[in-house]
């Protein structure tokens, strides 16, 4: 998330390297939502199935970011920061989501 706020504040500048920044996939500032909802939802709280939707929607996003990067013409070469973060995303929605609670 923090990340992500970063890239956001650098698109404001007028550094030509920064637009139509792909990472913005990977590292979104909605993160932080999602940051703020996991510790209750992990230890049983009821934003458990708004945690789980979040990390859906982020883990979509990424998804989406990693499938668009077989388009000709999305060429940044983000292969490292696809490997390190989307099967994180795709995990954390997998256990947010689906996996039973802990009693």
Do not use: C, K
């Not at 998804?63 to 388009?71: A, I, W």
């Not at 390190?84 to 929605?93: K, R, S, V, W």
């Amino acid at each position: 998330g923090l990340a992500g706020l970063l890239l956001v504040a650098a698109l404001a500048t007028d550094h030509q390297f920064m637009y139509w920044n792909e990472n913005l996939f990977y590292a979104n500032p909605l993160h932080l939502a999602l940051a703020a909802l996991l510790p209750t939802a992990v230890y049983g709280g009821r934003t458990r199935a708004v945690a789980g939707g979040w990390s859906l929607l982020l883990a979509s996003i990424s998804l989406l970011g990693f499938l668009l990067q077989l388009l000709p013409g999305l060429d940044q070469g983000n292969g490292p920061v696809i490997a390190l973060t989307l099967p994180a995303h795709l995990a954390l929605a997998w256990s947010l989501r689906f996996m039973p609670r802990s009693r």
